[in-house]
């Protein structure tokens, strides 16, 4: 029999599948599986997604001398598994079945090593609901994300994986404009600076660096340097995939950036932000019809949470079917509390399209905004979808003195409508990007 397992162990939802010791837990509790269920999830888990057929699993699972009916076996040891795993063959969540060819596992997994300190699952519940809430993007999740993580460091100071995750969460943090980028990054630096005393392979404080590098310090080189670090650690970590394909497209890189964000949906295939993103690589690549592609097939996998219905919205934007785009943005803003973030692409949207009030009544509502400064950015987007260039640039060099985040999005296809103002190029050079065509 062909052996199965590794030195390492895997997470999935509730699960956690340990490939050395053979055990397989929920929520911190051992489940009584026998030895084959448990050989045959590992070769699942294990093949990332890519089909095992049915031959490989009987030569993997049976000696040659076995003489067993192998197709009846195979069936009842799914269904075994099926049950533990609570999953259903009509509307799978986990194990998929290809007729008369083998099976497929469908959830994202996390690899874990076995090498690690034991995680007690009071810790281990926080942070699975932490990594939920940091999933959907949304203001409200983000801070609800960020408590959890912190819960999880109170019972446990010494969880590397809870450190990391608050690195991440405080970089959504910044990204959203929940919090001032002179608070939140350097809080995600020291969150994962403290992960990485730790683990130093916490993969996730290895991609929170090169966040901070990308968008607070602007510093592309040690950016990259810390996602290729991410991904030396663990080649399969989808985080990491996501985020340098956002360094790579800003950068120009666009091959490059299809291929990192392709590698990041292949490790975590039904992940919404991942879907979401490949449109916002198409977009940054000015190919505005695969972005609308990209962002309705993103939309099939959750219609309930606003990045699928901001980055669609946006690239119907770029190609004038502003009604599309109108109903797309509303979504977004709707879903994602009227954040800053998805109210500016609104606003530009309703200017675009001749509706001048609607958008003047987004800028009032943006400067008076908590954080002001957090907002200089989609105050010059909606200026300039208003035609206001003075305005724009004014508001582009207030968001370049607060190192606001998603000034590395300068040269994206709406702000590159500047190219032609110096003030526009003085900016591009200071943050140090390259420029691009409309």
């Given amino acids: 029999m062909r052996a199965t397992g590794s030195e390492s162990g895997y997470t999935f939802g509730d699960f956690q599948l340990d490939c050395r010791s053979h055990e397989l837990r929920k ?5 009584h599986v026998q030895r ?3 050989d045959m ?8 997604g890519s089909v095992v057929t049915r031959e490989e699993l009987r030569e993997a699972l049976w000696t040659e001398d076995t003489h067993v009916d192998f197709d009846r076996g195979i069936n009842k040891t799914v269904n075994r598994l099926r049950q533990l795993l609570g999953d259903h063959v009509a509307r799978p969540r986990f194990i998929e079945t290809l007729p008369k060819t083998g099976y497929r596992f469908l959830a994202p997994v996390a690899r874990v090593s076995t090498r690690s300190r034991i995680v007690a699952p009071d810790v281990r519940h926080a942070l699975t609901k932490a990594k939920h809430f940091w999933n959907k993007r949304t203001p409200l999740d983000i801070t609800r994300s960020v408590e959890y993580f912190r819960r999880a460091i109170e019972m446990d100071a010494d969880c590397a994986v809870a450190w990391a995750g608050l690195a991440e969460a405080h970089v959504v943090t910044a990204i959203l404009g929940l919090q001032s980028p002179h608070r939140s990054f350097p809080a995600a630096k020291a969150a994962a600076a403290k ?19 990308k ?14 670090r991410a991904l030396d650690a663990d080649p399969d ?5 996501h985020w340098y394909a956002q360094l790579l497209a800003v950068l120009s890189r666009h091959q490059e950036a299809l291929r990192e964000i392709d590698q990041a949906r292949r490790c975590d295939p039904v992940s919404v932000p991942i879907n979401s993103f490949v449109s916002y690589v198409w977009l940054e690549g000015r190919d505005y019809r695969r972005a609308i592609d990209a ?18 919205g946006r690239a119907y934007t770029k190609v004038r079917q502003y009604s599309k785009a109108i109903a797309a943005l509303t979504n977004a803003a709707r879903l994602g509390n009227h954040a800053a973030l998805f109210e500016s692409s609104l606003a530009y949207a309703y200017a675009r399209a001749g509706q001048r009030k609607k958008a003047e009544r987004i800028v009032e509502r943006l400067n008076i905004a908590p954080h002001a400064a957090t907002s200089a950015i989609d105050i010059a987007l909606v200026s300039l979808g208003l035609g206001e260039t003075n305005a724009a640039l004014n508001a582009l060099e207030q968001a370049f003195a607060a190192r606001l985040p998603r000034m590395i999005n300068l040269n994206d296809p709406f702000f590159s409508e500047l190219a032609h103002e110096p003030r526009y190029q003085r900016l591009l050079a200071d943050v140090g990007l390259p420029g691009s065509p409309c």
């Fill in 36 to 38: 084959q269920p448990l």
């Fill in 41 to 48: 999830l590992s070769l699942l888990v294990e093949a990332g």
């Fill in 295 to 312: 962002g309705l097939e993103a939309l099939e996998l959750d219609s309930g949470v606003p990045l699928p219905y901001f980055f669609l």
């Fill in 195 to 213: 992960a990485l005393t730790l683990d130093d392979r916490a993969v996730e404080a290895h991609t929170a660096l090169a966040d901070v590098y």
């Fill in 27 to 31: 929520r911190g509790r051992s489940l």
């Fill in 215 to 228: 968008l607070y310090e602007w510093d592309w080189k040690r950016a990259e340097r810390s996602y290729r």
């Fill in 237 to 241: 970590y989808a985080g990491a995939h």
